[in-house]
């Protein structure tokens, strides 16, 4: 690469795994753009293509693989100026296996410096930089910029000791972000949208364990976002069940702005499992959390996880699985394939006793008996009027969201547009007669559930 100026370049990110790692990769483009680099609509355009990587589980791994080559593959046969990187968990996880397997990456960096890329690619490929606040503004090309929803990172890292778990070793001991921090994420993100871009009515709190930001400290951040008049609603994800869950969930009856919504994974409830996931044993504190919630109003709604298939689970601690969904109601559930990593406690020290193909059925045998419960809840819904959250419109519908779902990752509610309305521009829709064809992103109208399908509801606005 000849030396040139940041502005005569552009960058291309790709973000691969949870909502954590699109709060680095902001923190990514924000220092390239304050450089004067340009962002691509697409990798092909690129002069930097960065990839923010996860090495969670196998799967993660494959899709960073997958995505590393595919990414050389575009340079290879179509942009051979291009410089590819590696960013985040897997470096941090794999550092000598990717310099060594894979010498065509241009450069490499971990998960402690997205807020350096800017710096550290101008520095290794000789690029003059500039400020150009007009960068700020133009990164409303990026998709995200386009969406009423944001993420926050409110801590770092992870003091915990689970039994599967490889965070702490990639992302380091916890470290908790005081409350200007996060009025430095807000203001980033407002200068990454620009004046015209779409506003930011739902914002999410992410951390790999986000109780242990301690409930005084969240409670200080959730009061400074509350004030904000745009946002309407704040959204708490990836709580870890230990007892301080109690307490914050007082905080519910002061700031009506949380949605009534608890994202906790409990990754298990057979004691005997727990214990040797290096997890909390007491399921009776998961069912006290379920009630307390469930007490502030009925319709507050429970995401939660397990593992499937952890060394030692035979049918018993699975029937526990089964009875605990049965008994409870679990509104969102997320089940994984236990996944044997080198590096973590189990994967060194224990020895699997489930295959992959048993793994899968209970899989699915779990997935069916928890279909069955919240179809049971959701069709009562049907009637219900509730304000939502618009977040897209394409494809001839609209996409909305309750207060009870986390973006891009639980149910969503869609409205069909109307035939001649499909495909006209959002200037043109605002001005039309119709309730449903007047919507814009962001726009938060009542709508009444006319219907349940599976992890969807269709909708009417009122």
Same mark, same amino acid.
């Given at each position: 690469?000849?030396?040139? #100026?940041?502005?005569?370049?552009?960058?291309?990110?790709?973000?691969?795994?949870?909502?954590?790692?699109?709060?680095?990769?902001?923190?990514?483009?924000?220092?390239?753009?304050?450089?004067?680099?340009?962002?691509?609509?697409?990798?092909?355009?690129?002069?930097?293509?960065?990839?923010?990587? %996860?090495?969670?589980?196998?799967?993660?791994?494959?899709?960073?693989?997958?995505?590393?080559?595919?990414?050389?593959?575009?340079?290879?046969?179509?942009?051979?100026?291009?410089?590819?990187?590696?960013?985040?968990?897997?470096?941090?996880?794999?550092?000598?296996?990717?310099?060594?397997?894979?010498?065509?990456?241009?450069?490499?960096?971990?998960?402690?410096?997205?807020?350096?890329?800017?710096? &550290?690619? #101008?520095?290794?490929?000789?690029?003059?930089?500039?400020?150009?606040?007009?960068?700020?503004?133009?990164?409303? $090309?990026?998709?995200?910029?386009?969406?009423?929803?944001?993420?926050?990172?409110?801590?770092?890292?992870?003091?915990?000791?689970?039994?599967?778990?490889?965070?702490?070793?990639?992302?380091?001991? &916890?470290?908790?972000?005081?409350?200007?921090?996060?009025?430095?994420?807000?203001?980033?993100?407002?200068?990454?949208?620009?004046?015209?871009?779409?506003?930011?009515?739902?914002?999410?709190?992410?951390?790999?364990?986000?109780?242990?930001?301690?409930?005084?400290? $969240?409670?200080?951040?959730?009061?400074?976002?509350?004030?904000?008049?745009? $946002?309407?609603?704040?959204?708490?994800?990836?709580?870890?069940?230990?007892?301080?869950?109690?307490?914050?969930?007082?905080?519910?009856?002061?700031?009506?702005? !949380?949605?009534?919504?608890?994202?906790?994974?409990?990754?298990?409830? #057979?004691?005997?499992?727990?214990?040797?996931?290096?997890?909390?044993?007491?399921?009776?504190?998961?069912?006290?959390?379920?009630?307390?919630?469930?007490?502030?109003?009925?319709?507050?709604?429970?995401?939660?996880?397990?593992?499937?298939?952890?060394?030692?689970?035979?049918?018993?601690?699975?029937?526990?699985?089964? @009875?605990?969904?049965?008994?409870?109601?679990?509104?969102?559930?997320?089940?994984?394939?236990?996944?044997?990593?080198?590096?973590?406690?189990?994967?060194?020290?224990?020895? +699997?006793?489930?295959?992959?193909?048993?793994?899968?059925?209970?899989?699915?045998?779990?997935?069916?008996?928890? !279909? +069955?419960?919240? @179809?049971?809840?959701?069709?009562?819904?049907?009637?219900?009027?509730?304000?939502?959250?618009?977040?897209?419109?394409?494809?001839?519908?609209?996409?909305?969201?309750?207060?009870?779902?986390?973006?891009?990752?639980?149910?969503?509610?869609?409205? /069909?547009?109307?035939?001649?309305?499909?495909?006209?521009?959002?200037?043109?829709?605002?001005?039309?007669?119709?309730?449903?064809?007047? %919507?814009?992103?962001?726009?938060? /109208? &009542?709508?009444?559930?006319?219907?349940?399908?599976?992890?969807?509801? !269709?909708? +009417?606005?009122?």
């Amino acid at each position: 690469m000849n030396k040139k #100026s940041a502005s005569e370049m552009s960058f291309h990110i790709e973000t691969l795994g949870c909502p954590k790692n699109r709060v680095d990769s902001r923190r990514m483009r924000t220092s390239l753009l304050n450089l004067g680099y340009n962002e691509a609509k697409k990798p092909e355009a690129a002069d930097i293509f960065l990839i923010n990587s %996860c090495s969670f589980i196998r799967e993660a791994q494959e899709e960073t693989i997958s995505t590393v080559f595919d990414a050389l593959k575009i340079k290879e046969k179509k942009s051979p100026h291009m410089k590819v990187g590696l960013v985040g968990c897997f470096v941090e996880r794999f550092s000598d296996a990717v310099k060594n397997d894979i010498p065509e990456l241009d450069f490499t960096i971990g998960t402690q410096r997205y807020h350096e890329v800017g710096g &550290l690619i #101008s520095e290794k490929f000789s690029v003059e930089t500039a400020g150009h606040a007009a960068n700020l503004a133009a990164a409303s $090309i990026n998709a995200d910029s386009h969406k009423p929803f944001a993420w926050l990172r409110i801590a770092q890292g992870c003091n915990r000791s689970c039994a599967f778990c490889i965070i702490p070793k990639i992302r380091g001991e &916890l470290k908790t972000y005081p409350v200007d921090s996060i009025e430095k994420q807000w203001a980033d993100e407002l200068a990454l949208r620009g004046a015209h871009g779409t506003p930011v009515r739902e914002v999410v709190l992410v951390s790999q364990d986000t109780i242990s930001q301690g409930v005084e400290e $969240i409670e200080r951040i959730v009061a400074q976002l509350s004030a904000k008049d745009e $946002i309407e609603w704040i959204r708490l994800q990836y709580l870890f069940p230990d007892r301080r869950v109690l307490d914050l969930l007082d905080l519910w009856a002061k700031y009506p702005k !949380l949605t009534p919504y608890l994202d906790i994974p409990f990754q298990h409830v #057979s004691p005997e499992i727990l214990k040797a996931m290096k997890r909390p044993s007491d399921t009776g504190l998961f069912r006290e959390i379920i009630d307390r919630a469930h007490a502030i109003t009925p319709d507050f709604e429970i995401r939660t996880s397990f593992i499937v298939g952890f060394p030692g689970e035979e049918e018993k601690h699975f029937a526990d699985l089964e @009875k605990f969904i049965a008994g409870h109601r679990i509104d969102k559930l997320a089940l994984f394939r236990y996944s044997h990593e080198a590096g973590t406690y189990a994967g060194d020290k224990l020895q +699997e006793n489930t295959s992959d193909e048993e793994k899968y059925r209970r899989i699915n045998q779990l997935r069916e008996a928890h !279909l +069955e419960t919240r @179809k049971q809840y959701a069709t009562g819904l049907i009637g219900r009027r509730e304000k939502m959250l618009v977040d897209e419109i394409a494809g001839g519908e609209i996409t909305l969201r309750r207060a009870h779902d986390a973006p891009e990752s639980d149910e969503v509610v869609t409205i /069909p547009l109307p035939y001649r309305a499909s495909g006209r521009s959002q200037d043109d829709l605002a001005s039309a007669a119709s309730p449903a064809t007047a %919507c814009r992103v962001g726009d938060m /109208p &009542l709508v009444e559930l006319k219907a349940y399908t599976e992890y969807s509801f !269709l909708g +009417e606005i009122v």
